[in-house]
C-alpha cells in the first residue's frame, strides 16, 4: 500500500544550527508534496511545497529537496531557532487524487537554546 | 490572518454519547475536509466536501460517523455512538480552489 513515512521521529538541534528533516515517500505516482509544520495545541501550518517537475525550492530559511529516484524528500532549515520547535510532516498528493493528501506521521524538532 | 475556527476545543464524553463538533471555514473557502490526528495513525482524511457537497468520505467510518455542511459557513462532525477509540484530534481544513489548505486548531476528543 501507499506509505509516508519519517526516517527518524524526534530530532534535537542547536539554535542556530541548520536542520534537516527527512521523508521517504512509496508512491512513484505522487507529483505534489508539502511540508507542514504543527505546533503544540495546533494545526498543521504550510511551510514549503514543491511539484515533481521540480528538485529543488527554497523559502525564507527554509529548502526542501526532491530526489525522485530514490523517493525521498528533506526540509532543511536555516540557523534554526526555539521557534521552530515543532513536529513537522511531509504530506504527498497524486494529482489524480484530487485533494486526497497522504500524511507521513511527523518529526519531532527541539531546538536547544 | 484569517481562521478556520473549530468547537469545541476539548470534549470528553461517555461512551455511547453522540460527539458533534463544529467548524466555520474562511469565508471563500468553497472546500472543506475533516481529518482525524493520532499518534499511531497520523493524519487521517475522514470526509472532505466542495461547494457544500460531500465528494469523498471513504475514510470515515459510515455507521457510526455522519459529516454535512448545512450552509457556506458551517460543517459539522458527529459520531453517534461514540467509541473509546474515537478519541482522537479532529481537524477541520478549508481552502479555496488553488489555493493553500488552512488547518483549523482541531477538537481534542476523549471518550471514556
Known amino acids: 500500500g501507499e506509505s509516508v513515512g519519517l526516517h527518524l521521529p524526534t530530532l534535537s538541534v542547536q539554535e542556530g544550527d541548520n536542520s534537516i528533516i527527512n521523508c521517504a515517500y512509496s508512491?512513484?505516482?505522487?507529483?505534489?508534496f508539502i511540508w507542514y509544520k504543527q505546533e503544540s495545541g495546533k494545526g498543521p501550518q504550510f511551510i514549503i511545497d514543491i511539484r515533481s517537475n521540480m528538485d529543488k525550492r527554497q523559502g525564507q530559511r527554509v529548502t526542501v529537496l526532491l530526489n525522485k529516484t530514490v523517493k525521498h524528500l528533506s526540509l532543511q532549515i536555516a540557523a534554526t531557532q526555539p521557534g521552530d520547535s515543532a513536529v513537522y510532516f511531509c504530506a504527498e498528493n497524486m494529482g489524480s487524487r484530487g485533494n486526497q493528501f497522504y500524511f507521513g506521521t511527523g518529526t519531532s524538532l527541539t531546538v536547544i537554546p | 490572518d484569517a481562521r478556520v475556527t473549530q468547537t469545541p476545543r476539548h470534549k470528553v464524553t461517555e461512551m455511547g454519547q453522540e460527539v458533534t463538533m463544529r467548524c466555520q471555514p474562511i469565508l471563500g473557502h468553497n472546500t472543506v475536509f475533516w481529518y482525524r490526528q493520532t499518534m499511531m495513525q497520523g493524519l487521517e482524511l475522514l470526509a472532505y466536501?466542495?461547494?457544500?457537497?460531500?465528494?469523498?468520505d471513504s475514510g470515515m467510518p459510515k455507521d457510526r460517523f455522519s459529516a454535512e455542511m448545512p450552509d457556506a459557513t458551517l460543517a459539522t462532525l458527529k459520531i453517534q455512538p461514540s467509541e473509546p477509540r474515537d478519541s482522537a484530534v479532529y481537524f477541520c481544513?478549508?481552502?479555496?480552489?488553488?489555493?493553500?489548505?488552512?488547518f483549523g486548531s482541531g477538537t481534542r476528543l476523549t471518550v471514556v
Open positions: 481544513a478549508s481552502v479555496a480552489t488553488g489555493g493553500r489548505k488552512t
Open positions: 466536501f466542495r461547494n457544500r457537497a460531500p465528494l469523498d
Open positions: 508512491n512513484s505516482a505522487s507529483d505534489y
